[in-house]
């Protein structure tokens, strides 16, 4: 055994285990006050960088979330558009059946006729309304409605545009559609009954694309879910773990330090030989 006043093994032994339980304990309260194991590229670049990649996945699945959310938007609209427009159909076909009627005086057909191109006009107000985020479906000319669907925008739905107009060719009537006589009622009962069947399969198809829709988000949603979960997995602190951890290291670094504390005083044992 060499007794030397220059040179303390035992304390710089005990001083390097001292800096190492330090830097653990540092690692335990990092992830403690973070909720995270791995916080930062240096403490696992490659699950950071996993992390990361997974993090930009589900930033693009929010964007395809939203622009799913604003396609579901204007498809209620344009259905409660297209409903409101076979609602009025329907009250218009009885106001014709009506005029179709050969014992009408002619103050009762003026009455129906008024009635009926109320109705008629009725139609032009909805469709020219019916828009939701600068985008109508039912209008002439209107949009399709393309949704994203994938983080990367690679894919879309399409929900094609459904022209509920009086100059299209599903409602089979004209801005200038009346019942002022009985041949004209005759005409409309015939126009409205096939623009109720137009207007209805509008409305399926419309119906069919929002049913898409939903299918896809709920299905995006889940998987949104799944990455985060997965990312959790890969970075957060397991807090029971860290808890019993740096319980542990306060205790190792008490130690520690009472160790040190005792190899710095082993120096002091040279002066007995000089006794």
């Known amino acids: 055994m060499t007794f030397s006043v220059n040179t303390n093994a035992a304390a710089l032994s005990a001083l390097q285990n001292l800096n190492k339980t330090a830097t653990s304990l540092g690692k335990v309260q990092t992830a403690i006050n973070t909720g995270m194991k791995v916080a930062s590229s240096k403490d ?29 938007s204007t498809i209620d609209v344009a259905i409660a558009a297209g409903e409101a427009v076979s609602d009025l159909l329907i009250e218009m076909k009885e106001k014709a059946v009506a005029a179709k009627d050969q014992g009408l005086d002619t103050a009762s057909r003026t ?15 909805i469709v020219s309304n019916a828009e939701f985020n600068g985008t109508n479906v039912v209008e ?6 393309v949704a994203i669907t994938n983080d ?11 022209d509920l107009s009086l100059t299209g060719s599903i409602v089979s009537l004209t801005a200038g559609s009346s019942i002022s006589t009985q041949d004209l009622a005759s005409t409309a009962v015939a ?9 209805n399969s509008s409305l399926s198809a419309l119906g069919a694309g929002a049913r898409r829709l939903d299918l896809q988000r709920t ?37 520690g330090l009472q160790a040190l504390g005792i190899a710095n005083q082993a120096p002091q044992s040279v002066l007995s030989l000089f006794q």
């Open 140 to 145: 002439n000319g209107g949009d399709d409605i």
């Open 191 to 199: 126009n409205i009954e096939s623009s109720i069947q137009n207007v």
């Open 111 to 125: 009455s129906l006729n008024n009635d009926f191109k109320q109705l008629r006009d009725q139609i032009t107000s």
């Open 44 to 72: 696992n670049g490659a699950v950071f960088a996993i992390a990361q990649s997974l993090r930009a996945d589900v930033s693009g699945i929010n964007a395809a979330t939203a622009s799913m959310d604003r396609a579901l």
């Open 219 to 255: 299905f995006v949603s889940q998987l949104r879910d799944t990455i985060e979960v997965g990312i959790g997995n890969l970075v957060d602190a397991d807090m029971a773990k860290a808890s019993a951890n740096l319980q542990a290291l306060q205790v190792k670094q008490q130690l």
């Open 152 to 162: 990367d925008a690679s894919n879309t739905i399409t929900v094609q545009a459904q």
